[in-house]
């Protein structure tokens, strides 16, 4: 009997903790009641997206006799939900024969999650009641697909002995995640009371918007402030680039007593990337192992780009190798690769692209693009070709910064034509980027022909971009050609076309 207890007890905590894998073990090893249990094992399933485990559970409730039971069928509607089987989380709520309010805001919240708005509105208008809960459903529904002004006729339609603090915060930051800071605000400054989470979704919202001064102005006002509104101040700077004001920000939450969290690190671990700033990342580093803060995904994320950035690619793979393989999504096999690309250790990005295809994780955009420029800038040309044919296999399509790398592959390969003829032809409009990396080559090759084709192309471009002017004018200099050198010059001048002024920062005492 105290082993149940023990067990059960367990199980709570593990939930509660965030470690529902932790919690189905326990209850595999000891198969207790699962009446008592079955919400929580169902919410782990859900937790986990384990729908097969979720319908074994299931199946295991009917023979326990026990599917019948309010509660019991309305975690198995959510746990359906959240691993997106609609028709079963349909099926199993219109056969419960008992069916409570909770019940029913659980089939309209997994219908608003999976974006069938029109199914869960029918549903709504067949209830006979509705509790705030219903209402928040409603509007966080519409909000999350875009349609905010549905979300704002359902919030104004809501029995003011319904509307609580937590309706009018659903509806601010509705607006806020969309991107309408000035509906957000309206909705905020009329607020009878206000949540720290609604104060964060004004600070997130106008930080992602990009308008830093507004940000920070409502981060100013709040009187009584939290770790989430600080984790919004400062992941919100390292999103607009500026990262010592992120650092800066994470030591004072520190000063004004709070204890930074999975969150806290990974924005500051962003920051250090962002800025090539070992030092102040291995004492973040130190800070995490002292903390003991789990080495979820955006901590293991975190470490890995932010030593990969900074150049320290053996404790970039250190920590990516003793991760845990669930741990390791596509953010952190591309850290690893493009580390490896940018920090000119080519082959070993072509290694870890070789074990992405292998491991459960597909490629994306961003682990082409990084393959892709390792093997240009080490003229690996048949592993450029082939991995360039591959993109199309993982669901992507290439797009013009793909081709740019094939363009510059074949280009410092001295295959002049073949990469003309792949801008000539490809299916995305070529952009400066890629008639430079082709005239660059031109010059690299000393192919005035080639050089002169390109060039014509070039004039028909819109753009005024000074880089091709100055390499057509270099490659006219070395070939002694002073004359069409000097025309070049002068054509950037009546164009208006201004040289691209070149910028170099370095880092001496920690400045």
């Not at 905020?188 to 001064?213: A, Q, T």
């Not at 100013?220 to 500026?242: A, E, F």
């Not at 053996?314 to 580390?339: H, P, Q, Y």
């Not at 082709?438 to 070039?458: K, P, Q, S, T």
């Amino acid at each position: 009997m105290i082993n149940q207890l023990n067990s059960y007890s367990s199980i709570r905590n593990h939930i509660s903790k965030g470690t529902p894998k932790e919690a189905l073990l326990v209850y595999t090893q000891n198969r207790l009641c699962l009446l008592t249990l079955a919400p929580l094992i169902f919410k782990a399933c859900a937790s986990l997206s384990m729908i097969h485990y979720g319908k074994a559970m299931h199946a295991e409730s009917i023979k326990a006799g026990v599917e019948s039971d309010v509660v019991v069928g309305t975690s198995i509607v959510n746990m359906y939900g959240k691993c997106c089987d609609l028709i079963n989380a349909r099926k199993v709520f219109d056969e419960m024969p008992v069916k409570n309010v909770v019940t029913w805001n659980a089939m309209i919240g997994v219908y608003m999650r999976n974006g069938a708005t029109e199914t869960a509105l029918c549903l709504f208008q067949k209830m006979s009641d509705r509790t705030a809960v219903s209402w928040i459903e409603m509007i966080a529904g519409y909000a999350k697909t875009g349609d905010t002004e549905m979300a704002r006729c359902l919030f104004d339609r809501v029995p003011l002995s319904l509307k609580n603090v937590v309706t009018w915060s659903v509806m601010v930051d509705g607006y806020a995640r969309n991107g309408q800071m000035k509906a957000a605000k309206d909705v905020f400054e009329v607020m009878p009371e206000r949540s720290f989470y609604v104060w964060s979704s004004m600070v997130s919202g106008y930080l992602k918007k990009g308008d830093v001064e507004e940000g920070r102005a409502v981060f100013d006002r709040i009187k009584v402030r939290n770790l989430v509104n600080w984790n919004s101040l400062i992941s919100g700077y390292c999103q607009n680039g500026l990262c010592n004001e992120a650092l800066d920000a994470f030591v004072k939450m520190q000063s004004d007593g709070f204890e930074p969290d999975e969150v806290s690190f990974a924005s500051a671990l962003s920051a250090c990337a962002q800025l090539g700033s070992l030092e102040i990342g291995k004492q973040l580093h130190n800070m995490i192992i002292q903390k003991r803060i789990k080495l979820n995904q955006f901590i293991l994320n975190g470490l890995v780009d932010m030593y990969a950035k900074c150049g320290d690619l053996n404790n970039a793979r250190l920590i990516f190798e003793n991760g845990s393989e669930t741990e390791k999504n596509d953010s952190c096999w591309n850290a690893m690769i493009s580390g490896f690309s940018t920090h000119g250790h080519c082959r070993e990005a072509l290694e870890f692209f070789n074990k992405m295809e292998k491991s459960s994780v597909d490629p994306n955009e961003i682990t082409f693009l990084s393959v892709l420029s390792a093997c240009a800038h080490s003229g690996f040309v048949q592993d450029g070709l082939e991995t360039f044919k591959k993109i199309e296999k993982y669901g992507s399509s290439a797009n013009v910064k793909h081709y740019g790398c094939l363009v510059d592959l074949l280009g410092r390969a001295g295959r002049l034509k073949d990469a003309y003829r792949i801008v000539t032809t490809m299916p995305v409009r070529p952009n400066d980027m890629i008639w430079g990396a082709l005239l660059g080559a031109c010059r690299v090759h000393c192919d005035l022909n080639m050089a002169n084709r390109v060039l014509e192309r070039i004039k028909l471009q819109d753009s005024c971009d000074s880089s091709c002017y100055v390499l057509m004018s270099n490659i006219y200099a070395a070939s002694e050609r002073w004359e069409k050198a000097e025309s070049l010059r002068i054509v950037m001048s009546s164009k208006r076309v201004l040289k691209t002024v070149g910028h170099s920062s370095v880092t001496l005492n920690n400045t």
